[in-house]
């Protein structure tokens, strides 16, 4: 059994006030579940850049080969100056659930990735259920949602019709229901006429 690595590092500094606050924001922008998100976007984005850093001295077909890759998954590249200026907000554009929300296929960024991890959306007809998932350009126009079947809409047009057949079985008792008070009061009054009459 392989061991599996850490896909990121932790930051240096923990407690650093003015790093918490950006993550924070991100966190927020992007509808990140925890900040190990983000670690794993920032390792991402430094990879990028230690690609770029060491074709400085390289060919230009194998720079033109790194910008390609960049530029299929989204990421701008046409030149060694581009791929550094690669940031954590431009990979994090790429991911599924930002591509999802920006094509206005949900109604904000955390029900984006609500409908993905539910499985509702497709890319090219197949199911893609990880929010971190990069799209590539020429995939972004095949990213659809999953229609409901017949059966689910048959059961979701059910739910509120036995829910109001519920509630007027609670507001109208069945034909032959007694009131047990109009019983009671019925009772009282027949024993009190029996003791008039006897007396």
Sequence with gaps: MKRKHKLYSNPK???DKKRIDEEKEIKEEFGLKNKKEIWKAEAKVKLIRKKARNLIKSSPEQKKRLFDQLNKIGLKADSLTDAFA???KSYLERRLQTVVFKRRLANTIKE???KIVHKKVLIDGKVINKPSYIV???LEDKITLKEKTA???SASAEAPK???EAAEEKTYPKEGHKDTKQEILH???KQEILHKENS
């Design 187 to 189: 009772n009282d009054t």
């Design 86 to 88: 690669i940031n954590i």
């Design 151 to 153: 059966s689910s809409k």
């Design 136 to 138: 590539p350009i020429k």
């Design 112 to 114: 984006a990735r609500q």
């Design 162 to 164: 036995m829910q109001t």
């Design 13 to 15: 500094r923990p407690f």
